[in-house]
């Protein structure tokens, strides 16, 4: 049987860590160090979330000088949905557990 | 000014280089991986980010063939190419080294030949004219454009392994024609080599027919019917 989409711990752990701050902004590199994923992890996962519409994206003029502008993530409403859709069904399993390499 | 690391030159072409992995819809990531990669401070950290990324490009490549399927009409031609292009570059290896005379070389390469030997094969190499030679480099360079284009699904991919093909036939039937040749490789070797001729040819033709029969708009303009 074919497992439902978005059903990876890696994609919990992910969606965990934007539901803490849905509002703000997040860069790739803050988000792997926040979810303790390695970056040939998250972007197959970004790729994916933005392409479900669950993520939203933009570019950003970055903060320090000299360097290119950085790729920006935030969940959309239907991300939130699900995150928190996830976020109760895994009530009683520790985030420590859910953490990736934990 | 901060002196350019091996590790970040070496993250940096990991990412160049696996970013011509991503396949055509994700071709936007590679400058958000590059990008990110270039926020790192820590120069060993940015190259595990970076390697990161190229493991994340080699995903959606091999993902992106999952989704076409691996064993589509498409990878079939891919491995039907890579034979074409290993094969003749296998011949004009071991017809320059016999010619150049480096009879180790040929002898080696030689090795993979049911039957070869040396001896009744350099006779034909030498008789071999120069125009042979590039003729057949020719054929491998068009074979390997024909493998590239058809891994970016261009059309020019089928044109060019056609032409490729048109000339490897030329240049084999030359070759019929150098009475040496005649000593050098058995009757079966020819045999198997003239219908894989027939067979690739049979095939084009089909896939050509298939083509046009699939656009029937086309299929009249070619056949000049109203």
């Not at chain 2, 991986?33 to 820590?42: S, W």
């Not at chain 2, 290896?93 to 009744?120: C, N, T």
């Amino acid at each position: 049987m074919p497992r439902p989409p978005n059903a990876s711990r890696q994609t919990h752990v992910l969606l965990a860590a934007l539901l803490e701050r849905p509002r703000v902004w997040r860069h790739g590199y803050e988000l792997a160090k926040q979810t303790g994923l390695k970056s040939g992890t998250l972007y197959p996962l970004l790729m994916r979330l933005c392409d479900q519409r669950l993520l939203d994206a933009r570019w950003a003029e970055s903060d320090q000088p000299g360097k290119p502008p950085r790729h920006l993530y935030r969940p959309t409403a239907a991300g939130l949905a699900l995150a928190r859709e996830q976020a109760e069904s895994s009530v009683g399993i520790s985030p420590k557990a859910l953490k990736v390499g934990a | 000014m901060r002196e350019t690391t091996w590790r970040r030159r070496f993250a940096e072409t990991a990412l160049r280089v696996s970013a011509r992995l991503l396949p055509r819809e994700r071709t936007s990531w590679a400058a958000v991986m590059r990008a990110e990669a270039q926020h790192i401070a820590d120069d060993r950290e940015a190259l595990r980010w970076a390697l990161g990324s190229a493991q994340a490009c080699v995903v959606e490549r091999f993902r992106a063939w999952r989704v076409q399927r691996l064993f589509s009409a498409h990878s079939l031609g891919i491995l039907w190419i890579v034979i074409f292009v290993v094969s003749s570059a296998f011949n004009v290896s071991l017809a320059l080294a016999a010619r150049l005379g480096y009879p180790r070389v040929a002898a080696a390469l030689g090795w993979w030949m049911k039957e070869f030997q040396y001896d009744r094969f350099a006779p034909f190499a030498n008789a071999m004219p120069l125009g042979l030679f590039v003729l057949m480099g020719l054929v491998v360079v068009l074979f390997s454009a024909s493998l590239y284009f058809n891994l970016r699904s261009h059309p020019a991919a089928f044109a060019l392994f056609c032409c490729a093909l048109a000339l490897s036939l030329a240049a084999w039937l030359f070759q019929l024609g150098i009475p040496a040749y005649l000593q050098a490789l058995s009757p079966q070797h020819r045999w198997r080599i003239g219908i894989c001729f027939a067979m690739t040819a049979g095939v084009l033709g089909a896939l050509r027919y298939a083509g046009a029969a699939s656009h029937p708009k086309k299929a009249r303009l070619q056949g000049g019917q109203p």
